[in-house]
C-alpha cells in the first residue's frame, strides 16, 4: 500500500523557518518525481515544487523561489522541503504527492501537514 | 501560466441528480487534464486523469470529457460520499495548475 506521511509542521514566526518530511512507503521511492503542494486556510491548492527521481532537477513556484528547497534522500525513501523567510501568506497545510507520469499527475497524497507563519 | 477556471464554484444537488462540473483552460492543454476529489479535513484524491481516464478504484459514475480548452467532469447519480470539492487541474506545462475548485453541497 502506498503510503505519504508528512511531518514538520508547526507554528513559526515570519522571517523563520521549518524543514518539512515526507516518509514514503509501499512503491520505489526512487523511480518517482515528486512535488509539494500547498492549500491555505479555506483556499485551494496551489503546486509549490517539484524534485525529479534522482534530485537532479527541481521547480519551484515563483512565490517561493530562493526561499523553499525541495530535495530527497532515496536511501531513506524520504522528500523534505526546507522553507526559509517564512511569511505569513506561507500559511498552510502542505500536502507531498507522488507523481504518477512526470507530468504532474498526482496519483498520491499525504495527509498534509499545517504550517502557521505568525508572531 | 495556464489558468485554469471552473464552474460553477459551487451547487446544490440531491441524490441521485447527475452533476456537470465545466473547467476551461486559457489555452489549448491537449488532454492533459486531471481531477481531484477533496473532503473536509482530507487529502485530494485523484478521480480521472488525461481527461477521461478513471483512475483504479474510482466508481463509474465518475467520468470525464474534452480536449483542448474546455473539460468536463460528470457524476451520472450523486451519491451521498461524493458531497465534497473538486478540483480540475492541468500537466500540460510547467507549473502545474488548479483551478478554484467546486464545492458540491447537499441540497
Known amino acids: 500500500e502506498v503510503q505519504l506521511v508528512e511531518s514538520g509542521g508547526g507554528l513559526v514566526q515570519p522571517g523563520g523557518s521549518l524543514r518539512l518530511s515526507c516518509a514514503a512507503s509501499?512503491?520505489?521511492?526512487?523511480?518517482?518525481?515528486m512535488h509539494w503542494v500547498r492549500q491555505a486556510p479555506g483556499k485551494g491548492l496551489v503546486w509549490v515544487s517539484r524534485?525529479?527521481?534522482?534530485?537532479?532537477?527541481?521547480s519551484y513556484a515563483d512565490s517561493v523561489k530562493g526561499r523553499f528547497t525541495i530535495s530527497r534522500d532515496n536511501a531513506k525513501n524520504t522528500l523534505y522541503l526546507q522553507m526559509n523567510s517564512l511569511r505569513a501568506e506561507d500559511t498552510a497545510v502542505y500536502y507531498c504527492?507522488?507523481?504518477?507520469?512526470?507530468?504532474?499527475?498526482?496519483?498520491?497524497w499525504g495527509q498534509g501537514t499545517l504550517v502557521t507563519v505568525s508572531s | 501560466d495556464i489558468q485554469m477556471t471552473q464552474s460553477p464554484s459551487s451547487l446544490s444537488a440531491s441524490v441521485g441528480d447527475r452533476v456537470t462540473i465545466t473547467c476551461r483552460a486559457s489555452q489549448s492543454i491537449s488532454s492533459y487534464l486531471n481531477w481531484y476529489q477533496q473532503k473536509p479535513g482530507k487529502a485530494p484524491k485523484l478521480l480521472i486523469y488525461?481527461?477521461?481516464s478513471l483512475q483504479t478504484g474510482v466508481p463509474s459514475r465518475f467520468s470525464g470529457s474534452g480536449s483542448g480548452t474546455d473539460f468536463t467532469l460528470t457524476i451520472s447519480s450523486l451519491q451521498p460520499e461524493d458531497f465534497a470539492t473538486y478540483y480540475c487541474q492541468e500537466s500540460y506545462s510547467a507549473p502545474p495548475t488548479f483551478g478554484g475548485g467546486t464545492k458540491v453541497e447537499i441540497k
Open positions: 524534485i525529479n527521481s534522482d534530485g537532479s532537477s527541481t
Open positions: 488525461a481527461a477521461s
Open positions: 509501499g512503491f520505489i521511492f526512487s523511480r518517482y518525481w
Open positions: 504527492a507522488r507523481d504518477s507520469s512526470s507530468w504532474g499527475t498526482f496519483d498520491y
